[in-house]
């Protein structure tokens, strides 16, 4: 039986407005935008005027505009998927994700608390300019940055770094594919983003590319009811 790997894809899985909809619904999602509401709060006092569920129901324009709320609450949405996810799945031999900025691969691996993600964000940190909505045009040029993959493997009883050879995402997915038996990719969402040259490397190398949400049939048919 060939091996599972979970992928925490980037910063642009709720660009579209059916997906942040979409993530809204799930129980799990929402319980963890309470929890980082409830931490803004805590932090900006009288100054919040944060609504996060509102904004992530805003308009592409709103969304879009404010880059680094925008990347906090793709991970917070990640951790919520996650956890909707390993409660009713086996654990995954290998989880992947981008090592730089802001992920939520590193709470679900058990290595960063949720606060933790929430309280060190660029959105809170005191020199951020996240507040404050970029001129339209602007936001898609706000902290752009080479992409840089990681991950970690489940061995014993927790998930440990793995020292890769390369931090390029076709490399790690050869490697785990040629030295660990991993088959299938299971994409955390809630949608898949990955360009075209990635998924030109996942078929490649011959992985079954799944969503997390498609896998799950009492969320998908909560989802489309």
Not at 205 to 221: A, G, H, R, Y
């Amino acid at each position: 039986m060939q091996g599972v790997c979970l992928i925490f894809a980037g910063r642009r899985g709720l660009d579209e407005a059916s997906a942040r909809w979409m993530s809204a619904r799930i129980p799990q999602v929402s319980q963890k935008i309470k929890r980082a509401q409830s931490l803004i709060d805590e932090v900006l006092g009288d100054q919040s005027s944060v609504d996060l569920l509102s904004y992530l129901l805003s308009s592409d324009q709103e969304f879009l505009g404010h880059p680094s709320l925008r990347v906090l609450m793709g991970a917070v949405v990640q951790v919520g998927l996650f956890e909707r996810f390993i409660a009713s799945r086996p654990r995954p031999e290998f989880m992947l994700g981008k090592t730089n900025g802001i992920s939520a691969l590193e709470v679900c691996a058990g290595k960063k608390s949720f606060d933790e993600l929430v309280l060190k964000s660029d959105f809170l940190q005191p020199s951020s300019t996240a507040h404050s909505q970029p001129p339209l045009g602007e936001a898609s040029l706000v902290g752009l940055q080479l992409e840089e993959y990681g991950g970690f493997q489940w061995l014993r009883d927790s998930f440990e770094a793995v020292d890769f050879a390369s931090k390029d995402l076709y490399s790690i997915l050869a490697e785990i594919r040629e030295n660990n038996f991993v088959g299938q990719l299971i994409n955390i969402g809630p949608s898949i983003e990955f360009r075209k040259k990635e998924m030109a490397s996942m078929e490649f190398l011959e992985f079954t590319m799944m969503n997390s949400i498609e896998l799950d049939p009492i969320l998908s048919s909560f989802l489309s009811a």
